[in-house]
């Protein structure tokens, strides 16, 4: 018995398991999951142990002290297209293999840049690691090993792994595609109120409706950091306040904030505001097809 | 109706037409996926290129929308030719440039960001923007 196991895992190691073998059943079955977040793609890769009725499964089936992959078979991989921080230590874009060391109370969460590791290749202590404690939350189940991303928002998300009663929590935050802030001498410039129209265009149904063609009014400020636009009446709830998000000089893209919070940019649409001699005069929204949509002109 | 009524995909579909030119779009050159791509570079203009094989007004009969840029491609094709398309196209056989766009299948017949980039180009053309300059708004905008 020993030898056959000994023998699959070097099989499994080599990468040489033939088709047939690869496609069976297996104990812990192979799973993605992947999230994305303002262009940032993160993905885990694992195997997924279940308890089976094994208790307790941290302490006795995983000893403490042992460096275990969260998972099973091959070690549990983290992969990252962009650099990011997690749990507030920096992690360069790349793909680790992923271990946590399990104590009674603090664990210790190990990425390693060697990511294609079979699960019984303990890493040991490097400095190309990045290594950190964190404090499992207790509970029940699941019964079925899980990563999971359990939150999102415009800046990050929750990174989970639960099993048998126990899960960690790492919160990723991404780098933003397009800063937020604007510098204040570049804010100054467009700062005002405007009012706005809607471009004339045709046969839609909604173009048709008579709140596309009423007038409004942008009253543009500058509050922490941000080129915001209150837009009254706006054109549906979620953008009575905008950002507005500096991709080129004078070209911005509108971000929805929605309790303060940046929830939603609208990369189809771009508003390029007219500047004469240092002051904005007025602006335009143009959709993908760079048609007009609509044009705001000052009034203070 | 009171304007905060109006859904944001009901307002996107309206401004944008994506939604509602992307269904309505046929055969299989369009079954292509619609996203935006990373834009490894732009190509180099072909030396005396012309709008030659840019399609005639007579073949956009059933696509009214795209005729003002097809027209404005037309003045500028040794720029057009200079600027890498966004829209993923550049993935089919034969793909050039944006001008590519307008000239055979003619993508740009019903493709918004074709288009838009096309009119952007022509806009900051007649504005007096360099082709590196146009390059650079339409990676800021369409990139």
Sequence with gaps: MRHAREWLVAVAALGVLPAGVQAQVRASEHAVVAQTVDGTTLTVEYSRPQARGRSPIFGK????????????????????????????????????????????????????????????????????????????????????????????????????????????????????????????????????????????RDTTEAQADSAQVKASVWQVTYREGMLLADWVPPPFEEWAHLVLIRIADNWFLPGAMVDGQLFDVEGDLVIEFAVVNGRATGFEIRGEDDEVIGRGTRTK | MDSTNLSRRHFLAACCGVLATGAASPGPLWGAEWTRRANPGHPTPRPGITAAKVLPDAELADYPDSVAAFQAVRQI???VDGIRCNCGCAEFPGFYSLLSCYEGAGMARICHICQGQGRLAARLFKDGKSLDEIRTAIDARYG
């Design chain 2, 77 to 79: 094709p040794q720029i």
């Design chain 1, 61 to 200: 089936v995983i000893p403490w002290g042992e460096v275990w992959t969260p998972g099973a078979n091959w070690a549990t991989t983290l992969e990252v297209d962009n650099d990011i921080t997690l749990n507030g230590h920096p992690l360069a874009k790349g793909k680790y293999s992923v271990w946590i060391e399990v104590q009674p109370k603090e664990w210790t969460v190990i990425l390693d840049p060697k990511s294609h590791v079979f699960h019984t290749e303990h890493p040991k202590p490097d400095s190309s690691q990045v290594r950190f404690g964190v404090t499992p939350d207790d509970g029940k189940g699941p019964d079925l090993l899980t990563w999971s991303f359990s939150d999102v928002s415009a800046t990050g998300t929750t990174l989970r792994m639960a099993w048998a009663g126990r899960s960690v929590s790492l919160r990723i935050t991404v780098p933003p595609s397009h800063p937020i802030t604007l510098a204040a001498e570049l804010a100054a410039r467009y700062v005002g109120a405007y009012a706005f129209q809607w471009a004339s």
